[in-house]
């Protein structure tokens, strides 16, 4: 975990009804690079089609500029490719794919999200939460016979 996303987990651990503020000040260069290390690379493009290598081409400079246009006020995400996918039955699944800038986006934010919301989360809690889910869940469960 990044230095700046541990203090955020701290502070939050720390005292439960504290409010964070300025939050957007994280989205910079050097967090987003980090943030690069998450991306499925191998996922679809979105609508603009550019993929991930085709981004990572110029990763600092795409990087610098994305974090430009968020401080600028200019960015405005992409829209939602949309794709169906076939389910049984003959019916379909909708399916909404983001374009590269926009997942890695998502990415900073849900990066900064889980570090002040998983402090209020029980160990119990098992839905939604990075490295834990429904299998950490039933392993959880007593077996009656």
């Not at 998450?38 to 795409?62: C, E, H, I, M, P």
């Not at 849900?110 to 889910?133: H, M, N, Q, V």
Request: charged content about 25%.
């Amino acid at each position: 975990m990044q230095t700046s996303l541990r203090g955020i987990a701290e502070k939050a651990a720390r005292d439960k009804t504290y409010r964070f503020r300025n939050l957007f000040g994280l989205l910079n260069v050097g967090f987003l690079l980090w943030c690069w290390n998450f991306l499925k690379k191998k996922s679809a493009s979105g609508v603009d089609r550019v993929t991930a290598s085709q981004y990572s081409a110029d990763l600092k400079g795409n990087i610098t500029r994305l974090v430009e246009r968020v401080k600028g006020g200019a960015y405005r995400a992409k829209l939602v490719l949309r794709r169906f996918i076939p389910k049984t039955g003959g019916k379909q699944r909708p399916l909404g794919i983001p374009a590269t800038e926009d997942k890695l986006l998502q990415t900073g934010v849900t990066k900064i999200l889980e570090a002040i919301y998983e402090e209020d989360f029980f160990p119990c809690s098992f839905g939604y939460r990075p490295g834990i889910g429904a299998l950490d869940a039933v392993k959880g469960v007593p077996e009656h016979n």
